[in-house]
Protein backbone atom coordinates (compact mmCIF):
# COMPACT_ATOMS: atom_id res chain seq x y z
CA UNK A 1 0.00 0.00 0.00
CA UNK A 2 1.31 3.48 -1.59
CA UNK A 3 2.01 6.14 1.59
CA UNK A 4 0.04 9.60 0.48
CA UNK A 5 2.73 12.50 -0.71
CA UNK A 6 3.24 15.96 1.09
CA UNK A 7 0.43 18.13 0.15
CA UNK A 8 1.66 20.57 -2.64
CA UNK A 9 1.84 24.04 -2.24
CA UNK A 10 -0.80 25.73 -4.06
CA UNK A 11 -3.15 22.74 -1.10
CA UNK A 12 -0.74 24.32 1.55
CA UNK A 13 -1.93 27.70 0.35
CA UNK A 14 -5.49 27.20 0.18
CA UNK A 15 -5.37 25.78 3.87
CA UNK A 16 -3.47 28.58 5.39
CA UNK A 17 -5.91 30.99 3.37
CA UNK A 18 -8.87 29.00 5.04
CA UNK A 19 -7.48 29.73 8.12
CA UNK A 20 -6.91 33.24 7.89
CA UNK A 21 -10.21 33.49 7.50
CA UNK A 22 -11.37 32.56 10.64
CA UNK A 23 -13.10 28.99 9.41
CA UNK A 24 -12.06 25.53 11.16
CA UNK A 25 -8.45 25.03 11.13
CA UNK A 26 -7.52 22.16 9.00
CA UNK A 27 -6.12 18.93 9.90
CA UNK A 28 -2.56 18.04 10.29
CA UNK A 29 -1.46 16.56 7.10
CA UNK A 30 1.04 13.35 6.87
CA UNK A 31 4.77 13.95 5.86
CA UNK A 32 6.60 10.75 5.20
CA UNK A 33 10.60 10.97 6.25
CA UNK A 34 12.46 11.33 3.07
CA UNK A 35 15.68 9.51 3.06
CA UNK A 36 18.94 10.59 0.57
CA UNK A 37 22.02 8.26 0.80
CA UNK A 38 25.32 10.25 -0.58
CA UNK A 39 28.53 8.00 -1.34
CA UNK A 40 31.53 8.78 -0.21
CA UNK A 41 34.34 9.09 -3.71
CA UNK A 42 36.62 6.01 -3.34
CA UNK A 43 39.98 6.40 -1.28
CA UNK A 44 42.01 3.31 -2.74
CA UNK A 45 44.97 4.56 0.15
CA UNK A 46 42.26 3.29 2.66
CA UNK A 47 41.62 0.27 0.83
CA UNK A 48 44.65 -2.30 2.07
CA UNK A 49 43.48 -5.23 -0.30
CA UNK A 50 43.00 -2.98 -2.92
CA UNK A 51 39.62 -5.11 -3.25
CA UNK A 52 37.48 -1.74 -4.81
CA UNK A 53 34.24 -0.56 -4.07
CA UNK A 54 31.55 -2.49 -2.18
CA UNK A 55 28.49 -0.30 -2.96
CA UNK A 56 27.91 1.67 -6.25
CA UNK A 57 24.75 3.08 -7.88
CA UNK A 58 22.22 1.26 -9.70
CA UNK A 59 20.07 4.53 -11.03
CA UNK A 60 18.73 7.68 -9.61
CA UNK A 61 17.18 6.30 -6.68
CA UNK A 62 18.86 2.90 -6.18
CA UNK A 63 22.22 1.61 -5.16
CA UNK A 64 23.10 -2.14 -4.45
CA UNK A 65 26.13 -3.30 -2.22
CA UNK A 66 27.76 -6.97 -2.51
CA UNK A 67 25.98 -9.77 0.00
CA UNK A 68 28.90 -10.83 2.79
CA UNK A 69 27.27 -13.87 2.38
CA UNK A 70 27.68 -14.65 -1.27
CA UNK A 71 30.15 -11.88 -2.79
CA UNK A 72 28.40 -13.21 -6.34
CA UNK A 73 25.08 -11.85 -5.19
CA UNK A 74 24.48 -8.22 -4.19
CA UNK A 75 21.43 -6.43 -2.52
CA UNK A 76 19.30 -4.08 -3.58
CA UNK A 77 17.66 -0.51 -1.72
CA UNK A 78 16.13 2.28 -2.90
CA UNK A 79 15.67 5.71 -1.36
CA UNK A 80 14.35 9.08 -2.47
CA UNK A 81 17.49 10.33 -3.75
CA UNK A 82 20.83 8.70 -4.60
CA UNK A 83 24.13 10.81 -4.73
CA UNK A 84 27.03 9.18 -6.30
CA UNK A 85 30.33 10.18 -5.51
CA UNK A 86 31.07 12.78 -7.79
CA UNK A 87 27.85 14.32 -6.81
CA UNK A 88 28.66 18.05 -5.58
CA UNK A 89 27.40 20.00 -2.70
CA UNK A 90 24.72 22.02 -4.60
CA UNK A 91 23.39 18.63 -5.78
CA UNK A 92 22.82 17.30 -2.65
CA UNK A 93 21.10 20.98 -1.36
CA UNK A 94 18.82 21.05 -4.14
CA UNK A 95 17.56 18.38 -4.37
CA UNK A 96 16.76 17.02 -0.77
CA UNK A 97 17.56 20.18 1.40
CA UNK A 98 15.74 23.47 0.11
CA UNK A 99 12.20 21.82 -1.25
CA UNK A 100 11.50 21.59 2.87
CA UNK A 101 12.32 25.19 3.77
CA UNK A 102 9.13 27.07 2.82
CA UNK A 103 7.35 25.48 5.16
CA UNK A 104 9.41 27.50 7.75
CA UNK A 105 7.17 30.93 6.42
CA UNK A 106 3.75 28.88 7.56
CA UNK A 107 4.37 28.07 10.72
CA UNK A 108 5.72 24.51 10.09
CA UNK A 109 9.08 22.78 11.23
CA UNK A 110 11.42 21.21 9.12
CA UNK A 111 14.91 18.73 10.26
CA UNK A 112 17.76 18.16 8.47
CA UNK A 113 20.32 15.90 9.99
CA UNK A 114 23.16 13.75 8.37
CA UNK A 115 23.78 9.90 9.51
CA UNK A 116 26.48 7.67 8.73
CA UNK A 117 29.62 5.47 10.46
CA UNK A 118 33.32 8.21 11.17
CA UNK A 119 34.92 9.10 7.90
CA UNK A 120 31.74 8.96 5.78
CA UNK A 121 31.72 12.81 5.34
CA UNK A 122 28.70 13.79 7.14
CA UNK A 123 30.52 17.08 8.36
CA UNK A 124 31.50 17.38 4.79
CA UNK A 125 28.34 17.33 3.99
CA UNK A 126 26.61 19.82 6.48
CA UNK A 127 29.37 22.26 6.60
CA UNK A 128 31.55 21.93 3.43
CA UNK A 129 34.31 24.22 2.60
CA UNK A 130 34.49 27.85 1.89
CA UNK A 131 34.94 26.70 -1.55
CA UNK A 132 31.87 23.67 -1.50
CA UNK A 133 29.27 25.40 1.16
CA UNK A 134 27.86 22.59 2.48
CA UNK A 135 23.85 22.07 3.38
CA UNK A 136 24.51 24.66 6.67
CA UNK A 137 25.54 28.01 5.42
CA UNK A 138 23.58 27.24 2.03
CA UNK A 139 20.26 26.69 3.98
CA UNK A 140 20.78 29.64 6.31
CA UNK A 141 21.46 32.22 3.19
CA UNK A 142 18.28 30.85 1.36
CA UNK A 143 16.52 31.26 4.54
CA UNK A 144 16.84 34.79 5.05
CA UNK A 145 16.13 35.02 0.98
CA UNK A 146 12.72 33.82 1.66
CA UNK A 147 12.31 36.36 4.85
CA UNK A 148 12.89 39.45 2.38
CA UNK A 149 11.37 38.06 -0.79
CA UNK A 150 8.35 38.14 2.25
CA UNK A 151 8.90 41.06 3.56
CA UNK A 152 8.24 43.26 0.13
CA UNK A 153 5.26 41.40 -0.81
CA UNK A 154 2.08 44.17 0.09
CA UNK A 155 -0.08 41.43 1.32
CA UNK A 156 3.15 41.36 4.26
CA UNK A 157 2.73 44.73 4.85
CA UNK A 158 1.53 44.39 8.44
CA UNK A 159 3.62 41.06 9.16
CA UNK A 160 7.09 41.61 10.55
CA UNK A 161 9.96 38.77 10.49
CA UNK A 162 12.39 37.92 13.25
CA UNK A 163 15.05 35.32 13.18
CA UNK A 164 16.80 33.77 15.77
CA UNK A 165 19.79 31.38 16.13
CA UNK A 166 20.66 28.42 18.66
CA UNK A 167 23.71 25.96 18.51
CA UNK A 168 24.34 23.18 20.91
CA UNK A 169 26.26 19.88 21.44
CA UNK A 170 25.36 16.47 22.89
CA UNK A 171 29.04 15.81 24.68
CA UNK A 172 28.68 12.41 26.87
CA UNK A 173 25.15 12.94 27.41
CA UNK A 174 25.67 16.72 28.22
CA UNK A 175 23.91 19.30 26.46
CA UNK A 176 26.38 22.28 26.24
CA UNK A 177 25.92 25.60 24.73
CA UNK A 178 28.08 26.42 21.58
CA UNK A 179 27.53 29.75 21.81
CA UNK A 180 28.98 30.63 25.29
CA UNK A 181 32.90 30.95 25.52
CA UNK A 182 34.55 27.41 26.95
CA UNK A 183 34.66 28.49 30.33
CA UNK A 184 30.68 28.75 30.91
CA UNK A 185 29.53 26.15 28.86
CA UNK A 186 30.63 23.11 30.34
CA UNK A 187 27.55 22.86 32.07
CA UNK A 188 24.52 20.02 31.52
CA UNK A 189 21.48 22.24 30.00
CA UNK A 190 17.90 20.56 30.53
CA UNK A 191 15.49 19.52 27.89
CA UNK A 192 11.78 20.34 28.84
CA UNK A 193 8.59 19.73 27.12
CA UNK A 194 5.71 22.29 27.49
CA UNK A 195 2.27 21.17 27.27
CA UNK A 196 1.49 21.88 23.59
CA UNK A 197 4.50 18.93 23.27
CA UNK A 198 7.05 21.15 22.24
CA UNK A 199 10.29 20.57 23.50
CA UNK A 200 12.43 23.44 24.90
CA UNK A 201 16.19 23.93 26.29
CA UNK A 202 15.75 26.68 29.70
CA UNK A 203 18.65 28.20 29.66
CA UNK A 204 19.87 27.84 25.99
CA UNK A 205 21.32 30.67 24.29
CA UNK A 206 19.48 32.93 21.33
CA UNK A 207 21.07 35.27 19.18
CA UNK A 208 18.94 37.46 17.05
CA UNK A 209 20.47 37.65 13.55
CA UNK A 210 19.50 39.81 10.46
CA UNK A 211 21.42 38.83 7.96
CA UNK A 212 23.78 36.06 6.96
CA UNK A 213 27.17 38.43 8.09
CA UNK A 214 25.45 38.37 11.72
CA UNK A 215 25.35 34.62 11.47
CA UNK A 216 28.67 34.01 10.26
CA UNK A 217 29.89 35.92 13.28
CA UNK A 218 27.77 33.57 15.62
CA UNK A 219 28.74 30.87 14.42
CA UNK A 220 32.17 30.52 13.44
CA UNK A 221 33.62 31.20 16.58
CA UNK A 222 30.85 28.31 17.84
CA UNK A 223 32.12 26.15 15.88
CA UNK A 224 35.59 26.36 17.38
CA UNK A 225 33.92 25.36 20.49
CA UNK A 226 33.31 21.78 19.12
CA UNK A 227 34.21 19.02 20.82
CA UNK A 228 36.99 16.78 17.80
CA UNK A 229 39.76 14.84 17.96
CA UNK A 230 42.15 12.52 16.15
CA UNK A 231 41.45 8.85 15.74
CA UNK A 232 43.37 6.08 13.12
CA UNK A 233 39.99 6.64 11.27
CA UNK A 234 39.52 10.32 10.94
CA UNK A 235 42.17 13.02 11.83
CA UNK A 236 39.02 15.63 12.98
CA UNK A 237 36.86 13.09 13.94
CA UNK A 238 33.43 14.60 15.57
CA UNK A 239 33.19 13.73 19.56
CA UNK A 240 29.74 14.55 20.12
CA UNK A 241 26.42 15.49 18.02
CA UNK A 242 25.26 18.97 17.02
CA UNK A 243 22.39 20.72 16.68
CA UNK A 244 21.93 24.22 15.09
CA UNK A 245 18.33 25.69 15.53
CA UNK A 246 16.73 28.71 12.91
CA UNK A 247 13.76 29.88 14.32
CA UNK A 248 11.86 32.43 12.29
CA UNK A 249 8.45 34.26 13.69
CA UNK A 250 6.08 35.66 12.20
CA UNK A 251 4.10 38.42 13.61
CA UNK A 252 1.13 40.47 12.37
CA UNK A 253 1.22 44.34 13.77
CA UNK A 254 -2.33 45.16 14.88
CA UNK A 255 -4.90 42.87 16.60
CA UNK A 256 -5.21 40.22 17.66
CA UNK A 257 -1.37 39.98 17.11
CA UNK A 258 -0.72 36.63 15.84
CA UNK A 259 2.50 34.89 15.47
CA UNK A 260 3.70 31.78 13.39
CA UNK A 261 6.87 29.85 14.33
CA UNK A 262 8.62 27.94 12.67
CA UNK A 263 11.83 25.91 13.35
CA UNK A 264 14.52 24.86 11.21
CA UNK A 265 16.90 21.84 12.85
CA UNK A 266 20.41 21.26 11.00
CA UNK A 267 22.18 18.13 12.81
CA UNK A 268 25.35 16.52 12.97
CA UNK A 269 25.33 13.55 14.40
CA UNK A 270 28.76 11.65 14.98
CA UNK A 271 29.18 8.24 13.68
CA UNK A 272 29.30 5.19 14.83
CA UNK A 273 33.14 3.65 15.79
CA UNK A 274 34.71 0.35 16.25
CA UNK A 275 37.06 0.77 18.76
CA UNK A 276 39.17 -1.93 17.48
CA UNK A 277 39.88 -0.15 14.45
CA UNK A 278 39.53 3.44 15.85
CA UNK A 279 42.33 2.18 18.23
CA UNK A 280 40.37 4.65 21.41
CA UNK A 281 41.92 4.05 24.91
CA UNK A 282 40.53 6.36 27.92
CA UNK A 283 38.30 9.71 27.08
CA UNK A 284 38.33 8.74 23.69
CA UNK A 285 36.76 4.91 24.80
CA UNK A 286 34.14 6.95 27.07
CA UNK A 287 33.44 9.22 24.26
CA UNK A 288 33.17 6.45 21.63
CA UNK A 289 30.67 4.60 23.99
CA UNK A 290 28.18 7.53 24.53
CA UNK A 291 28.18 7.98 20.96
CA UNK A 292 27.48 4.54 20.24
CA UNK A 293 24.88 4.22 23.16
CA UNK A 294 23.00 7.05 21.47
CA UNK A 295 22.90 6.02 17.96
CA UNK A 296 21.81 2.69 19.77
CA UNK A 297 18.39 4.38 21.29
CA UNK A 298 17.73 6.22 17.86
CA UNK A 299 17.74 2.86 16.48
CA UNK A 300 15.13 1.90 18.94
CA UNK A 301 12.79 4.87 18.54
CA UNK A 302 13.02 3.91 14.92
CA UNK A 303 11.71 0.22 15.38
CA UNK A 304 9.36 1.14 17.66
CA UNK A 305 7.90 3.18 15.17
CA UNK A 306 7.65 1.62 12.85
CA UNK A 307 6.40 -1.54 15.10
CA UNK A 308 3.58 1.07 16.12
CA UNK A 309 4.14 0.46 20.11
CA UNK A 310 2.76 2.35 22.72
CA UNK A 311 6.11 3.73 24.21
CA UNK A 312 8.36 5.11 22.62
CA UNK A 313 11.83 5.27 24.24
CA UNK A 314 12.99 9.10 23.38
CA UNK A 315 14.02 9.76 26.53
CA UNK A 316 16.46 7.07 26.96
CA UNK A 317 18.92 9.83 25.30
CA UNK A 318 19.61 13.19 25.06
CA UNK A 319 19.76 12.91 21.50
CA UNK A 320 16.55 11.11 20.89
CA UNK A 321 14.61 13.82 23.19
CA UNK A 322 15.81 16.48 20.80
CA UNK A 323 15.12 14.58 17.51
CA UNK A 324 11.56 13.75 19.09
CA UNK A 325 9.84 16.31 16.82
CA UNK A 326 11.88 15.17 13.70
CA UNK A 327 11.25 11.30 13.87
CA UNK A 328 7.40 11.18 14.65
CA UNK A 329 6.79 14.88 15.25
CA UNK A 330 5.47 17.47 13.71
CA UNK A 331 8.40 18.59 10.99
CA UNK A 332 9.46 17.70 7.55
CA UNK A 333 12.33 15.56 8.03
CA UNK A 334 15.08 14.87 5.40
CA UNK A 335 18.04 12.47 6.20
CA UNK A 336 20.77 12.10 4.22
CA UNK A 337 23.14 8.92 4.80
CA UNK A 338 26.46 9.33 4.22
CA UNK A 339 28.12 5.60 3.27
CA UNK A 340 32.09 4.87 2.35
CA UNK A 341 32.40 2.51 -0.38
CA UNK A 342 35.71 0.53 1.18
CA UNK A 343 35.73 -2.65 2.32
CA UNK A 344 37.17 -2.10 5.67
CA UNK A 345 33.78 -0.33 6.47
CA UNK A 346 31.22 -2.97 4.84
CA UNK A 347 29.53 -3.87 7.97
CA UNK A 348 29.22 -0.60 9.26
CA UNK A 349 27.47 0.89 5.53
CA UNK A 350 25.70 -2.33 5.57
CA UNK A 351 24.12 -1.11 8.95
CA UNK A 352 23.63 2.49 8.01
CA UNK A 353 21.72 1.41 4.93
CA UNK A 354 19.31 -0.98 6.94
CA UNK A 355 18.59 2.15 9.56
CA UNK A 356 18.19 3.99 6.55
CA UNK A 357 15.60 1.82 5.21
CA UNK A 358 13.53 1.57 8.41
CA UNK A 359 13.63 5.21 8.83
CA UNK A 360 12.36 6.21 5.43
CA UNK A 361 9.08 4.10 6.89
CA UNK A 362 8.36 7.17 9.64
CA UNK A 363 5.18 8.63 8.94
CA UNK A 364 5.27 13.02 10.46
CA UNK A 365 2.22 14.66 11.75
CA UNK A 366 3.02 18.92 9.95
CA UNK A 367 1.10 21.36 11.59
CA UNK A 368 1.12 25.19 11.13
CA UNK A 369 2.00 26.25 14.84
CA UNK A 370 0.53 29.94 15.40
CA UNK A 371 0.08 31.50 18.49
CA UNK A 372 -1.98 34.69 19.35
CA UNK A 373 -0.42 37.46 22.33
CA UNK A 374 -1.79 37.76 25.25
CA UNK A 375 -2.23 41.72 24.96
CA UNK A 376 -5.26 40.64 22.82
CA UNK A 377 -7.10 38.60 25.57
CA UNK A 378 -6.40 41.64 27.66
CA UNK A 379 -9.00 44.11 28.91
CA UNK A 380 -8.57 47.76 30.14
CA UNK A 381 -7.79 48.27 33.78
CA UNK A 382 -7.73 51.03 35.83
CA UNK A 383 -4.64 50.37 37.88
CA UNK A 384 -1.69 50.93 36.46
CA UNK A 385 1.23 48.50 35.16
CA UNK A 386 3.32 49.33 37.97
CA UNK A 387 1.01 48.11 41.02
CA UNK A 388 0.58 44.43 39.44
CA UNK A 389 1.67 42.04 41.54
CA UNK A 390 5.20 39.80 40.89
CA UNK A 391 3.22 36.77 40.43
CA UNK A 392 1.18 37.82 37.99
CA UNK A 393 4.02 39.71 35.96
CA UNK A 394 5.37 36.20 35.90
CA UNK A 395 2.35 34.67 34.87
CA UNK A 396 2.07 37.12 31.77
CA UNK A 397 5.65 36.15 30.59
CA UNK A 398 5.04 32.26 30.93
CA UNK A 399 1.80 32.58 28.89
CA UNK A 400 3.24 34.58 26.26
CA UNK A 401 6.52 32.67 25.64
CA UNK A 402 8.71 34.96 24.73
CA UNK A 403 12.47 34.64 24.89
CA UNK A 404 14.96 37.53 26.12
CA UNK A 405 17.56 37.87 22.78
CA UNK A 406 20.52 39.99 22.14
CA UNK A 407 20.15 42.00 19.34
CA UNK A 408 22.44 41.93 16.72
CA UNK A 409 24.32 45.81 15.24
CA UNK A 410 21.60 47.80 12.96
CA UNK A 411 18.62 45.65 14.00
CA UNK A 412 15.45 47.90 15.07
CA UNK A 413 12.86 45.51 16.67
CA UNK A 414 9.42 47.16 16.13
CA UNK A 415 7.08 48.44 19.07
CA UNK A 416 3.64 47.09 19.69
CA UNK A 417 2.91 49.75 22.29
CA UNK A 418 -0.66 51.22 20.19
CA UNK A 419 -2.96 48.37 21.08
CA UNK A 420 -6.25 50.91 21.33
CA UNK A 421 -7.05 49.87 17.45
CA UNK A 422 -10.82 48.64 17.39
CA UNK A 423 -10.72 44.88 16.90
CA UNK A 424 -12.95 43.06 14.23
CA UNK A 425 -16.37 42.23 15.39
CA UNK A 426 -16.06 37.84 14.66
CA UNK A 427 -12.67 38.00 16.24
CA UNK A 428 -13.83 39.91 19.59
CA UNK A 429 -16.75 37.45 19.81
CA UNK A 430 -14.68 34.55 19.80
CA UNK A 431 -12.26 36.20 22.08
CA UNK A 432 -14.85 36.86 24.37
CA UNK A 433 -16.49 33.67 24.33
CA UNK A 434 -12.70 31.73 25.14
CA UNK A 435 -12.05 34.67 27.84
CA UNK A 436 -15.74 33.37 29.06
CA UNK A 437 -14.77 30.05 29.17
CA UNK A 438 -11.61 30.28 30.89
CA UNK A 439 -12.01 32.92 33.63
CA UNK A 440 -15.69 32.62 33.96
CA UNK A 441 -17.30 29.75 36.35
CA UNK A 442 -18.63 26.42 34.40
CA UNK A 443 -22.77 26.11 34.11
CA UNK A 444 -22.77 23.34 35.75
CA UNK A 445 -21.27 24.67 39.45
CA UNK A 446 -22.87 27.84 39.05
CA UNK A 447 -25.97 25.40 39.31
CA UNK A 448 -24.90 23.45 41.96
CA UNK A 449 -23.95 26.51 43.98
CA UNK A 450 -27.63 28.09 43.25
CA UNK A 451 -29.33 25.13 44.49
CA UNK A 452 -27.30 25.11 47.61
CA UNK A 453 -27.99 28.73 48.15
CA UNK A 454 -31.45 27.75 47.51
CA UNK A 455 -31.52 25.21 50.15
CA UNK A 456 -29.81 27.03 52.82
CA UNK A 457 -32.35 29.65 52.76
CA UNK A 458 -35.03 27.27 53.19
CA UNK A 459 -33.67 25.55 56.10
CA UNK A 460 -33.27 29.09 57.48
CA UNK A 461 -36.61 29.85 57.17
CA UNK A 462 -38.06 26.44 58.67
CA UNK A 463 -35.88 27.51 61.80
CA UNK A 464 -37.91 30.80 62.13
CA UNK A 465 -40.79 28.89 62.19
CA UNK A 466 -39.62 26.98 64.67
CA UNK A 467 -38.48 29.44 66.77
CA UNK A 468 -42.20 31.39 66.33
CA UNK A 469 -43.62 28.13 68.00
CA UNK A 470 -41.62 27.63 70.82
CA UNK A 471 -41.86 31.43 71.49
CA UNK A 472 -45.67 31.41 70.90
CA UNK A 473 -45.48 27.76 73.78
CA UNK A 474 -43.29 30.00 76.12
CA UNK A 475 -45.71 32.94 76.40
CA UNK A 476 -48.63 30.39 76.78
CA UNK A 477 -46.23 28.48 80.01
CA UNK A 478 -45.86 32.01 81.20
CA UNK A 479 -49.55 32.86 81.50
CA UNK A 480 -50.48 29.86 83.12
CA UNK A 481 -47.53 30.45 85.81
CA UNK A 482 -48.98 33.52 86.43
CA UNK A 483 -52.51 32.61 87.32
CA UNK A 484 -51.43 29.20 89.58
CA UNK A 485 -48.61 31.32 91.33
CA UNK A 486 -51.61 34.29 92.05
CA UNK A 487 -54.38 31.55 93.00
CA UNK A 488 -51.37 29.43 95.27
CA UNK A 489 -48.85 31.80 96.73
CA UNK A 490 -48.00 29.54 99.53
CA UNK A 491 -47.92 26.29 98.35
CA UNK A 492 -45.02 27.49 96.03
CA UNK A 493 -42.75 28.95 98.31
CA UNK A 494 -43.40 25.96 100.69
CA UNK A 495 -42.36 24.17 98.19
CA UNK A 496 -39.41 25.23 97.40
CA UNK A 497 -38.50 25.45 100.88
CA UNK A 498 -38.50 21.39 101.26
CA UNK A 499 -36.80 21.27 98.68
CA UNK A 500 -33.76 23.38 99.98
CA UNK A 501 -33.77 21.44 103.40
CA UNK A 502 -34.05 18.41 102.26
CA UNK A 503 -31.35 18.52 99.55
CA UNK A 504 -28.31 20.65 101.28
CA UNK A 505 -27.91 17.45 104.08
CA UNK A 506 -28.17 14.99 101.71
CA UNK A 507 -24.98 16.78 99.35
CA UNK A 508 -22.84 17.68 102.35
CA UNK A 509 -23.53 13.85 104.03
CA UNK A 510 -20.03 11.59 104.19
CA UNK A 511 -19.20 8.67 102.71
CA UNK A 512 -17.64 6.25 104.51
CA UNK A 513 -18.09 2.25 104.62
CA UNK A 514 -17.16 1.71 108.28
CA UNK A 515 -19.44 4.35 109.59
CA UNK A 516 -21.84 3.56 112.37
CA UNK A 517 -25.05 1.55 112.67
CA UNK A 518 -27.75 4.15 111.35
CA UNK A 519 -31.33 3.46 110.70
CA UNK A 520 -32.41 6.95 109.85
CA UNK A 521 -33.28 7.02 105.95
CA UNK A 522 -33.13 10.24 103.87
CA UNK A 523 -36.72 11.26 102.76
CA UNK A 524 -36.50 13.08 99.52
CA UNK A 525 -39.79 15.22 99.17
CA UNK A 526 -40.37 15.04 95.09
CA UNK A 527 -38.82 18.39 93.55
CA UNK A 528 -42.21 21.14 92.25
CA UNK A 529 -41.59 23.26 89.39
CA UNK A 530 -40.06 26.52 90.22
CA UNK A 531 -40.57 29.91 88.35
CA UNK A 532 -38.49 29.56 85.30
CA UNK A 533 -37.85 32.37 82.45
CA UNK A 534 -40.44 30.96 80.06
CA UNK A 535 -38.31 32.71 76.69
CA UNK A 536 -35.13 30.18 77.25
CA UNK A 537 -36.82 26.92 77.27
CA UNK A 538 -40.04 25.40 77.68
CA UNK A 539 -41.66 24.25 80.89
CA UNK A 540 -42.12 20.34 80.20
CA UNK A 541 -38.09 19.86 79.55
CA UNK A 542 -37.28 21.82 82.84
CA UNK A 543 -39.89 19.85 84.95
CA UNK A 544 -38.73 16.67 82.78
CA UNK A 545 -34.71 17.84 83.80
CA UNK A 546 -35.37 18.43 87.48
CA UNK A 547 -37.16 14.93 87.85
CA UNK A 548 -34.14 13.20 86.27
CA UNK A 549 -31.55 14.84 88.61
CA UNK A 550 -33.56 13.84 92.01
CA UNK A 551 -33.66 10.27 90.23
CA UNK A 552 -30.22 10.16 89.90
CA UNK A 553 -29.33 11.80 93.54
CA UNK A 554 -31.71 9.28 94.88
CA UNK A 555 -30.73 5.97 93.04
CA UNK A 556 -27.08 7.21 95.14
CA UNK A 557 -28.45 7.79 97.89
CA UNK A 558 -30.22 4.70 98.35
CA UNK A 559 -26.98 3.12 97.23
CA UNK A 560 -25.31 4.14 100.26
CA UNK A 561 -27.90 3.74 102.61
CA UNK A 562 -27.84 -0.40 101.46
CA UNK A 563 -24.37 -0.42 102.05
CA UNK A 564 -24.82 0.59 105.67
CA UNK A 565 -28.19 -1.03 106.37
CA UNK A 566 -25.54 -4.39 104.67
CA UNK A 567 -23.17 -3.51 107.66
CA UNK A 568 -25.56 -3.55 109.86
CA UNK A 569 -27.95 -6.47 109.16
CA UNK A 570 -24.07 -8.78 109.07
CA UNK A 571 -23.45 -9.82 112.58
CA UNK A 572 -20.00 -7.47 114.08
CA UNK A 573 -18.19 -10.28 115.28
CA UNK A 574 -18.73 -12.46 111.52
CA UNK A 575 -17.67 -8.92 109.71
CA UNK A 576 -14.54 -8.27 111.43
CA UNK A 577 -13.62 -11.76 111.50
CA UNK A 578 -14.08 -11.16 107.51
CA UNK A 579 -12.34 -7.72 107.30
CA UNK A 580 -9.31 -9.47 109.32
CA UNK A 581 -9.25 -12.34 106.63
CA UNK A 582 -9.13 -9.71 103.59
CA UNK A 583 -6.83 -7.84 105.00
CA UNK A 584 -4.95 -10.66 105.81
CA UNK A 585 -4.85 -11.47 102.36
CA UNK A 586 -3.82 -8.08 100.70
CA UNK A 587 -0.46 -8.22 103.21
CA UNK A 588 0.57 -11.39 102.68
CA UNK A 589 -0.70 -12.98 99.58
CA UNK A 590 1.11 -13.55 96.54
CA UNK A 591 -0.36 -12.28 93.00
CA UNK A 592 -2.23 -15.58 91.91
CA UNK A 593 -3.95 -15.07 95.67
CA UNK A 594 -4.99 -11.71 95.21
CA UNK A 595 -6.23 -12.45 91.72
CA UNK A 596 -8.57 -15.07 92.63
CA UNK A 597 -10.26 -11.94 95.25
CA UNK A 598 -13.94 -10.24 94.19
CA UNK A 599 -13.35 -6.86 91.77
CA UNK A 600 -9.74 -7.68 91.41
CA UNK A 601 -7.58 -8.27 88.05
CA UNK A 602 -3.87 -8.46 87.41
CA UNK A 603 -3.34 -5.14 86.93
CA UNK A 604 -5.02 -4.12 90.43
CA UNK A 605 -3.15 -7.60 91.63
CA UNK A 606 0.42 -5.95 90.40
CA UNK A 607 -0.54 -2.56 92.08
CA UNK A 608 -1.56 -3.82 95.41
CA UNK A 609 1.39 -5.70 95.55
CA UNK A 610 3.90 -2.37 94.12
CA UNK A 611 2.11 -0.44 96.89
CA UNK A 612 2.90 -3.36 99.68
CA UNK A 613 6.74 -3.12 98.63
CA UNK A 614 6.76 0.62 99.03
CA UNK A 615 4.43 1.53 101.81
CA UNK A 616 4.37 -1.43 103.87
CA UNK A 617 1.03 -3.45 104.97
CA UNK A 618 -2.21 -2.32 104.62
CA UNK A 619 -3.46 -1.09 108.30
CA UNK A 620 -7.59 -1.62 107.25
CA UNK A 621 -9.22 -2.55 103.77
CA UNK A 622 -10.13 1.00 103.14
CA UNK A 623 -6.32 1.81 102.40
CA UNK A 624 -7.12 0.74 99.34
CA UNK A 625 -8.18 4.10 98.46
CA UNK A 626 -4.65 5.68 98.76
CA UNK A 627 -3.52 3.43 95.21
CA UNK A 628 -3.81 5.15 92.32
CA UNK A 629 -6.80 3.50 90.00
CA UNK A 630 -9.22 2.74 93.15
CA UNK A 631 -11.95 5.05 93.90
CA UNK A 632 -14.13 4.94 97.35
CA UNK A 633 -16.61 3.70 94.98
CA UNK A 634 -14.61 1.33 93.65
CA UNK A 635 -13.50 -0.25 96.97
CA UNK A 636 -16.84 -0.10 99.07
CA UNK A 637 -17.76 -2.63 96.33
CA UNK A 638 -14.62 -4.34 96.47
CA UNK A 639 -15.27 -5.14 100.22
CA UNK A 640 -19.29 -5.88 99.78
CA UNK A 641 -18.68 -8.52 97.22
CA UNK A 642 -15.45 -9.92 99.05
CA UNK A 643 -17.40 -10.27 102.51
CA UNK A 644 -20.19 -11.87 100.97
CA UNK A 645 -17.96 -14.39 99.32
CA UNK A 646 -15.91 -14.70 103.01
CA UNK A 647 -19.23 -15.62 104.80
CA UNK A 648 -20.52 -17.99 102.00
CA UNK A 649 -17.46 -19.82 102.68
Known amino acids: MERKEKPTELAMAKRVSIFEAGLKKPQASTARVRV ?19 VRGTGGNSLEIVNWRNTMETMQYQFDAFYGDGSSQQEVYLGSVKPVLTH ?183 ESGAINSSLFVLSKVVDALNQGLPRIPYRDSKLTRLLQDSLGGSAHSV ?46 REESPTRMPAKKKMEAQNISGEVSTE ?45 TVQQSRKEIQELREKQKELEAKAQEAQSLLAQQNTLQPSNSSNAEGKVKRNIRPLANKPISVAAPCSKQQAVVSPLQVSRVNPLQQNISEVETSKKTKTSKKTEQLEGK ?27 TGSLQDLKELQRIG ?48
Open 36 to 54: SVRLRPYMSQDDEKNEGPC
Open 104 to 286: LLSGQNASIFAYGPTGAGKTHTMLGSPDQPGVIPRAVRDVFQMVREQSVLPSNEEWEFTTTMSYLEIYNEKVLDLLQPKDLKDQDLPIREDKDKNILIPGLTQKLISSFTDFENHFIPASQNRTVASTKLNSRSSRSHTVLLIKVVKSLRRPPFRQLTGKLYLIDLAGSEDNRRTGNQGIRLK
Open 335 to 380: MITNLAPEFKYYFDTLTALNFAAKSKQIINKPFTRETVQPTALKRP
Open 407 to 451: SAPGVSVSSRSSHNEVYDGSVMERLLMLEKMMMGTPERERLALLK
Open 561 to 587: ENMEEFQCKVNSGLLKKSEEMILNLLN
Open 602 to 649: DKKARLIMGYRELNGQFKQVADLANIAGFSDKQVATFLKANLLSTIAR
